[in-house]
């Protein structure tokens, strides 16, 4: 399997804009996260879903923020409108079965916003 | 609420020398930790997957032990080399199928040969 696959890896946007992050998970893993990282902060997580369902959406900062996961192979994490304090890295995770097994994480999308 | 800090932020060290980076968490009910390697600029790459019931984990130069009860995990690193160079993450499941993980900040790790 090729790994979690995020798109695009860089992403430069003008504030105001709307911006869709994207993200394919392992084949057969039932478990979504999306995280953001920033310097301050460190990783934070969004959101995640279990079988395309979200389970917890508490770290979404706000309603500019919102993620869909349509099947099991695909999951986006869309920012409408963006400003320049969403510019971080957001990394996309997946996991096999629940809290015993181990998350692997996507290369990460770098968001900035002019 | 669960919180990871990892000691020290920063750390620098020859090559050769065997280190080990600290991790704790205020709530022992955890499921398991796990341990991260990022390098700048990447994703993370997971290293070691400790459960609760377990103690240690071991790979390659890697060692990681837990300690539950104390709240505390570290991470050991033999005969360090400057590919070892990079920001090591722990991160702690609750006590709960499926929660998502919960990070500290890192310590990143500069080996100088």
């Known amino acids: 399997d090729a790994g979690v696959i995020q798109s695009p890896r860089h992403e430069v946007t003008e504030m105001g804009q709307e911006v869709t992050l994207r993200c394919k998970p392992i084949?057969?893993?039932?478990?979504l996260f999306w995280y953001r990282q920033t310097m301050m902060r460190g990783l934070e997580l969004l959101i995640y879903?279990?079988?395309?369902?979200?389970?917890?959406d508490s770290g979404m900062p706000e309603d500019r923020f919102s993620a869909k996961m349509p099947n099991a192979s695909f999951s986006t994490l869309k920012i409408q409108p963006s400003e320049p304090r969403d510019s971080a890295v957001y990394f996309c995770?997946?996991?096999?079965?629940?809290?015993?097994?181990?998350?692997?994480f996507g290369q990460g999308t770098r968001l900035t916003v002019v | 609420k669960q919180e990871v800090t990892q000691i020290p932020a920063a750390l620098s060290v020859p090559e050769g020398e065997n280190l080990v980076l600290n991790c704790s968490f205020t709530?022992?009910?955890?499921?398991?930790l796990q341990w991260f390697r990022q390098d700048p600029g990447k994703g993370l790459t997971s290293l070691l997957l400790?459960?609760?019931?377990?103690r240690e984990q071991t790979s390659g130069r890697l060692n990681a032990s837990l300690d539950k009860s104390s709240g505390r995990s570290t991470l050991y690193i033999a005969a360090s080399q400057p590919g070892d160079s990079a920001t090591y993450l722990c991160?702690?499941?609750?006590?709960?199928?499926?929660?998502?993980?919960?990070f500290g900040k890192g310590t990143t790790l500069s080996v100088s040969s």
């Open positions: 995770a997946s996991s096999l079965g629940g809290g015993g097994t181990e998350a692997f």
């Open positions: 084949s057969g893993h039932d478990y």
């Open positions: 879903f279990n079988n395309n369902v979200p389970i917890d």
């Open positions: 709530d022992s009910a955890i499921y398991n």
């Open positions: 400790i459960q609760s019931s377990q």
């Open positions: 991160a702690v499941r609750l006590n709960q199928a499926g929660t998502a993980l919960i």
